[in-house]
């Protein structure tokens, strides 16, 4: 149906099987605790590359406002 909604400039469509989706649900559940995040408080979100596993937020949109880091990696388990 959406193939075929407009003829001028017709949409691109890519069809996908079920095995085309992951679920990283139970990875992120058995690697990631995120309590510690509120993150219905935070307002910024600041992953810097080669410290993954340390998610800094802010949770007002002041510039002064200092970035909070969490550890979101649980204990005793390393990212490969």
């Known amino acids: 149906m959406i ?4 003829h001028q400039k017709p949409f691109n469509v890519v069809y996908m099987q079920r095995n085309d ?3 990283f649900q139970s990875i992120a559940d058995e690697y990631l ?3 510690k995040l509120q993150i219905s408080q935070v307002v910024w979100i600041k992953i810097e590359q080669g410290q993954e596993t340390s998610i800094k937020t802010k949770k007002t949109f002041a510039d002064l406002e ?14 490969d």
Do not use: P
């Not at 970035?67 to 390393?78: D, G, I, P």
């Open 3 to 6: 193939a075929e909604a407009r």
């Open 21 to 23: 989706f992951k679920d």
């Open 33 to 35: 605790n995120t309590t």
């Open 66 to 79: 200092q970035w909070t880091t969490c550890n979101v990696l649980k204990k005793r388990k390393k990212v």
